[in-house]
């Protein structure tokens, strides 16, 4: 095809950031304009996320309102898991970013092509047809418009923003009619695209058509493209299910493998487990997408981000003054998803904004956020509560991954310990050890046995790492057969490998309790689960996790003060070093 010829990639010359000293910055009432017809929305908000990606790419300036509501759900919010994060974080960006917003009048698009610093970063347009036929074409237009700093748009669109007229257009893409399958876009993909795209990012756009279904469609899929766009990264909507769509599968898989060891693979794709067993496969990690990534990506942190190894980058190094009582029964509380900028972005589903928290807590964390969103992961090490507040590392000890599926585990747990080196909590100079704790989505491992077959592997993990200890799904055949069964052993070195009762991991999610339920009634039915458990496991001390508890913070609250006879809870580093020390 001729046209392809006629594309000539510009990459633009990166030029220097802006410090934090009183920032400008914009604010888009939504990410779509609700005056054009709506056959164009989808398109629209496509527009709108390029554009704040390249207005993004070196220092942040546009920031698209993330309460607003969702393109195919009036009743969904775009960061549906907080709507209100939105608020927060432009407060704490005025106070302590000295960062100012300006709300535009409006969410059209030229609205902010009038605005010199934003239309400064735009040098043409790529015209596509969007046409359900080959959902690739938009992706592809996307993909393109990161590598030529360019705005992906239909001919609809052109008409309803004519201050777009007068840029030149870079690519025009074939009628869909042009291409038989999806795969066709894709394999034109690899060849025109994929050779200059980034190597440290692929996002995954979560959208449903007729030959793939994500999940709900979850809109923070697509929210990230402006992540893709900022760093010239590939959008793809691909399968990853070789034993559904083979071909889509395959695709998915050469395009994540053109990134370099521990790339990160954003947006999001289904079926979960198989997306991230590829991407493991691939020596990379999943970071669930979010919205404002490329803003967050330049976001400047309090130190200097190319040598982020100041106090500010490390999480705080928190105990409780609990002491091991070898008769006793310790609970722990994990929260979920904290391997997920998504989690990081609304507060922890607004968990983290109850400030009056004083029940140690083990929050979940992906130290690689620290690399990719220096700003963000400093918010909580600044605001984390003294005591209280435990951290361990999620999913995997770098990011979402399965470890025992990496074709390279040494490599990976190299990567592990230069992560929490680096930013996890660490006891003061001079103390032993590390009390750091990592959750372990099995992947790889074999499943469903009554010795745990991951053993041999946790050894080569705590011996590269130093770990202090290790959770995993509760996947034994034990849990299995009773959902109260909690299992608790220890390596040769007194290392603790802790699974939770099958009934305390998603216990929402699992319909050991009713999602439904008022806040009372779900304390009430994890109280019950913890009863159980304590009666059906009699070893003394018997340490329980209770992992993806909705509405954790209040929860734990209420069973620290309701079962305060039967059992302390701890955080997550009170667990490693009274796990170790059950040992002793």
């Known amino acids: 095809m001729t046209f392809l010829l006629r594309f000539f990639l510009y990459i633009a010359p990166i030029i220097g950031g802006t410090t934090a000293n009183n920032m400008q910055a914009l604010v888009s009432p939504g990410y779509f304009d609700p ?101 690739a074409l938009k992706w592809a237009a996307v993909s393109a418009a990161g590598l030529s700093d360019s705005l992906p748009v239909t001919r609809d669109l052109l008409h309803q923003w004519p201050c777009l007229s007068k840029l030149p257009q870079k690519l025009v893409f074939p009628n869909a009619s042009t291409f038989s399958t999806d795969l066709e876009v894709y394999n034109w993909m690899v060849q025109n695209l994929l050779p200059n795209a980034s190597k440290e990012v692929v996002v995954g756009a979560c959208f449903n058509w007729k030959n793939y279904t994500c999940g709900w469609g979850d809109p923070l899929g697509t929210a990230a493209i402006d992540y893709a766009v900022a760093k010239r990264a590939m959008v793809i909507n691909l399968s990853p299910d070789a034993s559904k769509w083979p071909e889509q599968a395959s695709m998915f898989s050469t395009i994540v493998s053109h990134m370099d060891p521990w790339g990160v693979f954003s947006g999001w794709a289904e079926p979960e487990p198989v997306m991230t067993d590829l991407v493991s496969r691939s020596s990379c990690v999943v970071q669930c997408g979010a919205p404002n990534l ?48 998504k989690n990081a ?44 507040d435990q951290f361990f590392g999620a999913t995997g000890g770098v990011g979402y991954t399965h470890p025992w599926s990496v074709p390279d585990m040494d490599s990976f747990l190299k990567e592990v310990s230069s992560l929490y080196s680096s930013y996890m909590p ?21 499943s469903n046995s009554s010795q745990n077959p991951c053993d041999p592997l946790y050894v080569k993990f705590q011996y590269a790492t130093g770990m202090a200890g290790f959770s995993q799904q509760p996947t034994l055949a034990k849990n299995s057969l009773d959902p109260a069964y909690v299992h608790n052993e220890w390596l040769a070195d007194g290392t603790p490998i802790f699974i939770p009762p099958a009934s305390l991991w998603y216990p929402q999610d699992k319909g050991f309790c009713n999602s439904s339920m008022s806040l009372l009634e779900e304390i009430a039915c994890v109280k019950k689960h913890l009863q159980d458990a304590i009666a059906y496991n009699p070893q003394r001390p018997l340490f329980i996790l209770a992992y993806g508890v909705d509405n954790y913070v209040s929860v734990s609250e209420g069973i620290a003060k309701e079962m305060a006879s039967d059992l302390d809870v701890i955080g997550a580093q009170d667990l490693s070093a009274l796990g170790r020390a059950a040992k002793r």
């Open 345 to 388: 972005y609304s507060f922890r589903g607004g968990n983290w904004q109850l400030f009056n928290r004083t029940t140690p807590l083990a929050w979940g964390v992906a130290p690689i956020i620290a690399t990719l969103f220096p700003g963000l992961w400093e918010y909580y090490v600044e605001t984390a509560v003294d005591k209280v």
């Open 35 to 135: 005056n054009l017809p709506p056959a164009t929305r989808h398109g629209n908000v496509l527009a709108m996320l390029s554009l704040a990606g390249l207005v993004n790419r070196n220092s942040p300036y546009l920031w698209l309102n993330a309460s607003s509501t969702s393109w195919f759900d009036p009743q969904i919010a775009v960061m549906w898991p907080f709507p209100d994060a939105d608020k927060y974080w432009l407060d704490y960006f005025e106070n302590n970013k000295n960062i100012s917003f300006h709300v535009a009048q409006n969410s059209s698009l030229c609205t902010f092509m009038a605005d010199m610093h934003v239309a400064s970063a735009v040098t043409g347009l790529i015209i596509y047809e969007d046409d359900a036929r080959i959902d």
């Open 426 to 446: 660490m006891k003061e100079t001079g103390s032993s050890g590390t009390d750091a704790w990592v959750d372990v989505w099995e992947g790889g491992c074999p």
């Open 294 to 341: 490329s803003f967050l990506s330049t976001l400047p942190s309090s130190v200097d981000s190319n040598t982020l190894r100041g106090s500010l980058s490390r999480l705080p190094y928190h105990r409780s003054a609990t002491v091991l009582n070898k008769s006793r029964v310790y609970v722990t509380f994990q929260s979920n998803e904290g391997d997920t900028p």
